[in-house]
Nanobody
Framework: QVQLAESGGGLVQAGGSLRLSCAAS????????MGWYRQAPGTRRELVAS?????????NYADSVKGRFTISRDIRKNTVYLQMNSLKPEDTAVYYC?????????WGQGTQVTVAS
């Protein structure tokens, strides 16, 4: 089993920044993909960014956050970060940490990000 513990959400003014963290614990495979999804009220959960655990740490971003958000990870700590800059009101959502390994997917409990205009 894998547990994901998120932190770092909150309320910020438009144009501001927040940093989300997600620490994974439990049975972690050497290769996995960690990332962040978000879900606003009345919408489907969508991928924000993801990063692999390989030496190249390949990243993938939603078009809506490219150039503003940066995903990174500390392999030794099994922790993934999402640095969010130039936040917009449309970034308001619950952000979920995700880990995929083997045939399994794991989710964090979610952390609220609210961007005030």
């Amino acid at each position: 089993q894998v547990q994901l513990a998120e932190s770092g959400g909150g309320l910020v003014q438009a144009g501001g920044s927040l940093r989300l963290s997600c620490a994974a614990s439990g049975s972690i495979f050497s290769f996995n993909v960690m990332g962040w999804y978000r879900q606003a009220p009345g919408t489907r959960r969508e991928l924000v960014a993801s990063i692999t655990s390989g030496s190249d740490m390949r990243t993938n971003y939603a078009d809506s956050v490219k150039g503003r958000f940066t995903i990174s990870r500390d392999i030794r700590k099994n922790t993934v970060y999402l640095q969010m800059n130039s936040l917009k009101p449309e970034d308001t959502a619950v952000y979920y940490c995700h880990l995929a390994q083997g045939l399994n997917d794991y989710w964090g409990q979610g952390t609220q990000v609210t961007v005030a205009s």
